[in-house]
């Protein structure tokens, strides 16, 4: 059956005498001798764990579709992460399929032959003429280093553990089971520890954000001086997000004043004054989909004042202390309790709660003021291995080659009336990725400075 073509509701009519005509006269384009995407032979190693894992079972795993934004006009298309994970492949529509045998084919949709049919030139979503050219079978092969057969030759009788939620079409050729949801868990698990060549797309990723923070600064000036300064350093970290990689790995938070005060601000709508923080979080997505997730909290006067400081040691302190938690073995959790105590003691110390510290921690009333935990896993998510099953995630320990954030804040409401008038609307966060070695833990994105005093000075040096 032929699939009906995508075509504008505003498209002219086309006569037999342009379809006929249409279809002859082209080079020979095909290409040999495609080179592999450097993903592949990890990609392989993964596939063969997942068949290990389900023997005697066949897997399926989509691509996902496209998703409009607007009447026939879609979002940029990003493959679900599972599927990127397991081929490196990243055309919407398609469906990995592992047998039983273990064996894994790529069910693609091949570029259009010009000789046959009209989608290269009237399909909307999918024609070359529209959105570019797609790779045919033997490329995809190539490319790939897998099997591959044409999208249309799907065939999914029988029973199938499913990643489903991803491609309707794909869910409804197999019956759900129980098994699917054991699956999709798995799926997560495989990516808690990071194989040698995702933590160098990691770190690919963090050395580019840490570029973009450069930008950014240096774009201060011109930014303060605009109605909407927030929009426009979101601007300069998305210029420098895609010239390095795909794209912002998520939409960046740029927070000023008491926008810091809202944990995922991204309307990013707001002045920018001199006499306030700036809370940035932002990341490269490398163009192989990994993200970095990095936050700074910069005084837009280049100095932090006499309060601003003062909050921002605490944040600071609180971060170090839970950074030298980490090391294979420790609690995922511990790390975060280290910090929250850091900044129960402040808080305690500062009046803000009478409590002890001790008592504190167990009635969580610091969380007032702090709110969410202080980091998660990082990888081809943002918020990487979310469906990982409990006891291997958030109640498991830490094992050499996770890469995680360490991200403790303080978010002082400004209209909170148990703090000082002083410390209202003030938002702080400092976020960084670290992969878990050995014996501890390397800091990936050290080429950002953290302590305040080395803020100041690297601010200055590139505002000149």
Not at 202 to 227: C, I, M, N, S
Not at 257 to 285: F, S
Not at 289 to 294: N, R
Request: glycine content about 10%.
């Amino acid at each position: 059956m032929t699939e009906p073509l995508n075509i504008g509701s505003h498209d002219l009519p086309v006569t037999e005498e342009l379809t006929a005509f249409m279809r002859t006269g082209w080079a020979d384009t095909r290409r040999t001798g495609v080179p592999a995407v450097a993903v592949a032979p990890w990609a392989a190693k993964r596939r063969a764990a997942l068949a290990d894992r389900f023997p005697g079972e066949r897997l399926v795993v989509p691509s996902g579709t496209l998703k409009v934004r607007s009447n026939d006009s879609d979002h940029r298309f990003r493959p679900h992460s599972a599927y990127s994970y397991l081929t490196g492949a990243s055309e919407p529509g398609d469906v990995l399929v592992i047998e039983p045998s273990g064996e894994a084919r790529l069910y693609v949709r091949p570029r259009s032959p010009r000789e046959e049919g009209e989608e290269f030139y009237r399909d909307r979503r999918y024609g070359e003429f529209w959105v570019g050219r797609r790779p045919d079978l033997a490329e995809a092969a190539e490319l790939y280093q897998v099997e591959c057969a044409h999208l249309r030759e799907l065939d999914l009788k029988g029973p199938a553990r499913v990643l489903r939620g991803v491609d309707p079409s794909v869910d409804a050729l197999v019956d759900p089971g129980e098994g699917d949801a054991e699956f999709e868990g798995f799926l997560s698990e495989m990516r808690l520890i990071k194989d040698e060549w995702e933590v160098g797309e990691l770190q690919k990723a963090v050395d580019a954000t840490a570029l973009g923070f450069e930008d950014v600064v240096r774009a201060l000036p011109r930014a303060l001086g605009h109605p909407r300064g927030e929009r426009y350093v979101e601007g300069v970290f998305g210029l420098r997000s895609r010239l390095e990689g795909n794209a912002a790995g998520y939409d960046s938070i740029v927070a000023s004043g008491a926008h810091a005060c809202v944990l995922h601000w991204i309307r990013n709508d707001g002045a920018l004054r001199p006499d306030d923080l700036l809370l940035l979080d932002a990341g490269v997505e490398s163009d192989t989909l990994y993200t970095a997730d990095i936050t700074r909290t910069l005084p837009l006067s280049g100095r932090f004042s006499p309060v601003q400081r003062q909050v921002y040691e605490l944040v600071h302190a609180a971060q170090e202390a839970a950074i030298g938690t980490l090391r294979p073995g420790v609690r995922f959790r511990d790390f975060h309790l280290a910090a929250m105590r850091v900044i129960c003691e402040g808080l305690h110390e500062w009046g803000v709660l009478t409590d002890s510290p001790d008592a504190l921690m167990e009635s969580g009333l610091y969380r007032r003021y702090t709110l969410c935990s202080s980091g998660h896993m990082l990888g081809l998510d943002v918020h990487d291995c979310a469906k990982a099953r409990a006891e291997t995630y958030l109640d498991g320990v830490l094992e050499e080659g996770q890469v995680l954030t360490v991200e403790p804040g303080l978010y002082l409401q400004p209209d909170d009336l148990t703090l000082p008038a002083e410390f209202r609307g003030l938002g702080v966060r400092i976020e960084d990725d670290l992969v878990i070695t050995a014996d501890g833990a390397r800091l990936m994105s050290s080429a950002l400075p953290r302590h305040p005093d080395e803020v100041e000075t690297w601010m200055s040096a590139l505002l000149g």
